[in-house]
C-alpha cells in the first residue's frame, strides 16, 4: 500500500510540474501573440494613413481631373475603416492593471494623440483586458443609430486607452466654497473596493476623499407563464440520509477513471488486498530472521567488499591525528615556505640533495 501511495504522490508531483511548464509557455506565447498583432495593427493604420495622404496629394495636384474614388466597391464605403480594426487588442493575462473607471463615470480627454483632446464624456464601455474604454464624446446626435440596420456604414465610438482619460468629480473650491469639476490625476484603489483622491485631503472631515461608483442599473425580469416559481424551485424533494448512498457505487467509476495514477481513494476490497500483500512480506522478512539468515546478507561479491571496508574504516580512529601525520604536515608546510614549523614539532633533516643545493 506505502508503494501505490508513494507513485500517487510521484505522480502529482510530476503532473504539478509539467502544470507549471506549460503556464510558462503558455505566458511566453501570449505575450508573443499581442507583440505580433500590435504590430499589425500599427501596420495596419500606417498603411491606411499613408494611403489617404497619398490620395490627396494626387487630388491636388490633379485639380479637375482628379478620379472619382467612391465608386465600384468603395461606392458606400469609401473613407470608413474596418471594424475589426476598432477593436482593442486584449493584453496577456497577469498584466492588466486597473485604473478605477467604470461604466458610467465621466471622464476627460487628456491624452496628446487624441483628436478629442480636452472634452468631458461618459464612459459607455470598459474593457479590462485591453485597457481600453469607449466615451461618447465624438458622436453626433444626428449619425447615432439606435439598434441594428441594414446600412453598410456605422458610427461608432473609437476605443481609448484608459492612460489617455482621467476621471472627473465636483470638488469644493478652497475659497469659495462652491462645487466644481476637477480632474483627477491621481486615483487610488483600496483592497476593499474604494477609490479615493491621493494628493487631496478634504476639508470637510480632513480624511481622503472618497470618490463614489457610479450606480449600476440591474436588469428587469418579467414572469412569463412558462416560467417555474421560485416556490417550486426551492421546495425540497430529497433529503440524503446515511443509510443510503447519493448514487450507484458504479457511478463513480464512470466519472473517473477506476486504474488512474492519480486515484487516492479506493475501494475497501482493494486497500485490504494491498495490506494483506504487505503483511505477507512481512512475514517472510521475520520468518528468514528466525531461521538464522537475513535477506541482508544476500549481497554480490562487490556489496561484501565495501562492506568489509566500512567495518574496517568504522574500526579506526579517524578524528585524532597521530604523531606521524602532524610532522608530515609541518615538512610540508615548511617547504612550501607558508608558515615556519612550529617548535615542539620535529621536523627530520632535509636530504643530502638539498643541502648541497642550498650552499654557496
Known sequence: MQK?????????????????????NNASDNKRIFLYQQKMAHLAHKENRNSARQATKEDWNLGPLAPRR????????YGTVHFRMLQPINKPPGRWKSWGIREGDRVCVVGPKERE???????GEVTEKAESCK???????????EGRTEAPVQTTEAPLDLASVRLVTPLPDP?????????????????TGQRYISNYISPETGKPHYIPWPPIEKPEFKDNDVDTLRID??????????????FPSGVIDELRNKYSKFRTRHEDS??????????????????????????????TPVQELNRQRRAERKGLDEDKLTDEVLAGIGEMMWRKGKRP?????????PTGSSVEAQAP
Do not use: C
Not at 482493494?270 to 541482508?296: F, H, L, N
Open 233 to 246: 424551485v426551492e421546495q425540497v424533494t430529497w433529503t440524503p440520509t446515511l443509510l443510503r448512498a447519493p
Open 4 to 24: 501505490l501511495l508513494k507513485r500517487t504522490a510521484q505522480v502529482e508531483k510530476q503532473a504539478a510540474r509539467r502544470n507549471r511548464i506549460r503556464r510558462k
Open 135 to 145: 466615451v461618447n464624446v465624438a458622436t453626433p446626435e444626428y449619425m447615432k443609430v
Open 117 to 123: 483632446k480636452g472634452k468631458i464624456g461618459v464612459v
Open 70 to 77: 467612391d465608386v465600384g466597391d468603395k461606392a458606400e464605403t
Open 175 to 191: 475659497v469659495s466654497g462652491i462645487k466644481r469639476d476637477v480632474i483627477v490625476n491621481e486615483l487610488t484603489l483600496t483592497p
Open 341 to 349: 614549523p612550529p617548535k615542539e614539532m620535529e621536523v627530520p633533516a
Open 270 to 299: 482493494y486497500v485490504e488486498m494491498k495490506e494483506a500483500i504487505d503483511e505477507r512480506e512481512k512475514w517472510k522478512v521475520q520468518k528468514m530472521k528466525w531461521s538464522g539468515g537475513t535477506p541482508e546478507e544476500m549481497l
